[in-house]
């Protein structure tokens, strides 16, 4: 069965690729080929997360087993077959391909075609530049410093609905503290 995803960006309007691969290939063979699509340096620690419909994180596929702890089962790309985890049209995933600020590609299984396999991964559709693979940390402060600024403007909350960030030591009733006792 061969395997076709679409992926997209949500930092990049116009980006989109379409990876048609073996069902039977593993998350390794994908990972690749999505890398091979963009560019991407393959030495980079990478994981997969299957998604449900509203893209919330379940299970994780990663690239290295990072020490997890025992009682968590760990998933590695290199021994997962895509049709083990993958069988519906529409399932979605979350490809993060830049641990340090959780930057990813958001992956949907677009169709599934019965009695056909390939060889080796191609890259169907390549549309638009690639988001960068890493960013810089200041510029990315920038950014989170930038939408947290606007969302402070657009705020209807202010001093009034929060209070005062003074300190009145009049507010505090010490006493109450002193009378509670303590049951060991």
């Not at 980006?15 to 393959?42: G, H, M, Q």
């Not at 075609?113 to 940390?137: A, F, H, M, Q, Y």
Request: charged share 35%; aromatic share 12%; with cysteine.
């Amino acid at each position: 069965m061969i395997y076709s995803f679409r992926i997209v960006s949500d930092e990049v309007d116009n980006f989109r690729r379409e990876i048609s691969i073996d069902a039977d290939a593993t998350f390794l063979d994908l990972r690749n080929a999505i890398c091979d699509s963009v560019n991407y340096d393959k030495n980079q620690m990478n994981s997969f997360f299957l998604c449900d419909e509203g893209w919330e994180k379940g299970k994780e596929i990663t690239l290295e087993d990072m020490g997890s702890d025992l009682s968590d089962d760990v998933y590695l790309m290199e021994e997962c077959c895509l049709s083990d985890f993958l069988e519906d049209e529409g399932q979605r995933m979350i490809f993060v391909f830049d641990y340090l600020t959780d930057r990813s590609f958001f992956i949907e299984l677009k169709k599934t075609e019965p009695g056909k396999d390939l060889r080796d991964p191609i890259c169907t559709t390549s549309v638009g530049n690639p988001p960068k693979e890493s960013i810089d940390l200041d510029e990315f402060d920038a950014k989170i410093d930038a939408k947290v600024a606007k969302a402070a403007q657009n705020s209807e909350f202010d001093d009034d609905f929060y209070g005062s960030e003074e300190f009145n030591e009049d507010e505090f009733d010490s006493a109450g503290f002193e009378e509670m006792t303590f049951d060991e």
